[in-house]
């Protein structure tokens, strides 16, 4: 079946038609990093407004880079949060409207279990259970997923995404935007002992991850050894790089330290890392030699398919319409849509939100 999958939750717009859940025959990514840069990050309205202008292109770029036409698709999906408000709108709208129009099943796919099925096309299947570290721009999770489409949050975030560390960091540095790669390249230059981070404690004592006092520090850094942000056609300096390489160790320790703890208890039999962060060399490195000592293999996307992209949610919608689910008419974007279908501790309070419907 071929499934036309739609993503605009952020800052990308983007179509890709995916067969059977794993090929991709086309995928169209429309990229708005130049419109927000000079702004240092995604501004909301003038996201909105790009994938307004941009959308009906790229699903037809999509359909006739795949050489199909609508007429042959099977399902759509489309990313219903979290997100933006007005960015997922666009999508969502836009999704609902040709499914309703010419009579093809909907489905609305979480944007990060989008980021889960990110690994489906080039790596074996995955074996269940299995654990995915997801950390991008907005999330850092650390979810256990015992057979497909079932999700329990073991580890998140207390506070900024790890990408969000990144770019703040960089901002900081005056390196620019987005952050990720920027401090990665840099970081190839610098040492990354030459400053130690403490690890940051959770007081009560769950396996989340926390970045922002990290952040803090490396202001405190920069502010006590008086350090001055790089600016326009600068070269960068020795302590800059030092540092850049120091933060971004602290960030792969974290993160590659929680993950190891974890499936060393629950032993997982695939691990999957994916999201923006996941193009990191580092993190990637170091995700691998954990895996290699717990003898679990480790699945990665290749970079284009690691930051944000349509076919990710084709293959994850693609696995919810191959179980009869479908989205009502007035299907809507969700902005704090969560991506948890199994209860922990934590979410026995909050009962209500535990199960997410389309
Ligand atoms: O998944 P993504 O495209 O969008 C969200 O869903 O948020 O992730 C974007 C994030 C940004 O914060 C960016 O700085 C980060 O991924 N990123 C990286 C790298 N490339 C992108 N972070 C660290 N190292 C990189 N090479
Ligand atoms: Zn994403």
Known sequence: MLILGIESSCDETAASVVRDGHEILSSIISSQIDSHRPFGGVVPELASREHLEKIEFVIERALTDAAVKLEDIGGIAVTQGPGLIGSLLVGVCYAKSLAFARDIPLVGVNHIEGHVYSVVFENPPIQYPAMA?????????????????QYKVVSRTRDDAAGEAFD???????????GGPIIENL?????????????????????????????TAVSRYVRENEIVPMRNGDKPSKVIADLAASFQQAVVAALVGTMEKQAAEL?????????????????????????????VPVYFPSKHLSTDNAAMIAAAGAHRLK??????????????????????EDEALRKSRVRYKL
Request: aromatic letters at 6%; hydrophobic letters at 40%; proline letters at 5%.
């Open 133 to 149: 570290l997801i950390v991008s721009g907005g999330h850092t999770n650390l979810f256990w997923i015992p057979e497909e489409g």
């Open 323 to 344: 179980f009869g689910e479908a989205a009502a008419a007035n299907i809507s974007a969700d902005i704090t849509m969560r991506l948890q279908n199994l209860e922990n």
């Open 267 to 295: 032993q997982p039999k695939t691990l999957i890392v994916a999201g923006g962060v996941a193009c990191n060399q580092s993190l990637r490195q170091h995700a691998t030699r954990a895996a290699e000592r717990l003898g």
């Open 187 to 215: 970081a190839a230059q610098g040492d990354p002992r030459a400053v130690k981070f403490t690890k940051a404690k959770i007081s009560d004592g769950r396996p989340d991850f926390s970045f922002s006092g990290l952040k």
């Open 168 to 178: 703040k960091v960089a901002k900081m540095l005056g390196l620019g935007y987005p």
